[in-house]
């Protein structure tokens, strides 16, 4: 009698909670709700906030406000989030840095990119393209591999320091193709990085196809392949590295939108919902080409589990390569 009457509490409990979540969804949001931004205002990623942020505000009749919140690697805004109250009023946009790559990076982090955080929907991916100064020798893939083995670690590339996406993408790639290029030059963006790979200053490097997709097409930087496992929409033409001779490899960042963790389901479901309208409004879609931002479409379980196995994936390429933090 105890158990049944126990039991029946429990399904009480269960009905209500999930009336809860349900009567907060219906009449979400009743106020303003902030999108916090862990880099600086003018990023990629706060210009794409401050836009899905104006949509969704058409479409709630409430202020979205996009909360720049940038410093140690994106870490202070990402925790702000994590430690927010799970009621679907603080929100966060984010994507690999923060969430895939530092927890292999940093020994202790205040955050768990999983345990903390519920993703609603990755909403684009970015591939990175080996660039080559025009006047390079190598004028694929297989050329630099055969340079790299030619004269081993005397190829120096770019990067935007330690840890970053276009540095362990370049350190997967030397894995893949068994050589050693050279030093790991940094520098504080990609502006400065393309500058000295356009000039010849540096032969190689690993970047964003937003930065270097107008030097491409103007002759400035010449492209060898996208690291993505199918090739890109911005550049057709242009292999995929696992096309040109080794296969599996794929490398994209990504990013998406975050609650923190408990957040009712029935809210995310809405959140989820309107953000997929948002994202095919053409103005919304204008900017994505304008970025060379590849859209993307993932279940909240999807995105969950992709996030699993990029942590796992940066991780193996920071312990192989020794990489540590500037």
Known sequence: MGT??????????????????????QSYPAKPVRVIVPFGAGTQT???????????TEAWGQQVIVENRPG????????LTAKAIPDGYTLMMNGTGALAINPGLYPKLPYDPVRDFA??????????VLVVTPS????????????????????????????????????????????????NVAFRGSADANIQVMSGELPAMFDSMTSVLPHVKSGKLRALAVSSATRSPFLPELPT???????????????????????????????DRDLMVAVKRPEVRELFNQLAFAPASESRDEFRRHIVSEIAKWAKAIKDSGTKID
């Open 4 to 25: 049944l009457r126990t039991t029946l509490a429990f399904l009480m409990l269960a009905c209500g909670t999930g009336a809860a979540g349900l009567s907060a969804a």
């Open 46 to 56: 706060d210009v794409l906030a401050r836009l899905i942020g104006q949509k969704l």
């Open 72 to 79: 140690a690697g994106a870490i202070l805004g990402t925790d």
């Open 119 to 128: 993703p609603i929907t990755k909403l684009v991916i970015v591939t990175q």
């Open 136 to 183: 390079f020798a190598a004028k694929s893939v297989k050329d630099v591999v055969a340079l790299a083995k030619s004269r081993p670690g005397q190829i120096n590339y770019g990067s935007f320091g330690n840890g970053t996406v276009n540095h362990l993408t370049m350190e997967m790639f030397q894995s893949a193709g068994g050589i050693k290029l050279g030093n």
């Open 241 to 271: 590295i696992a096309e040109s001779g080794y296969p599996g490899f794929e490398v994209a960042g990504w990013t998406g939108v975050f609650a923190p963790a408990k957040t009712p389901d029935a809210v995310l479901d809405k959140i």
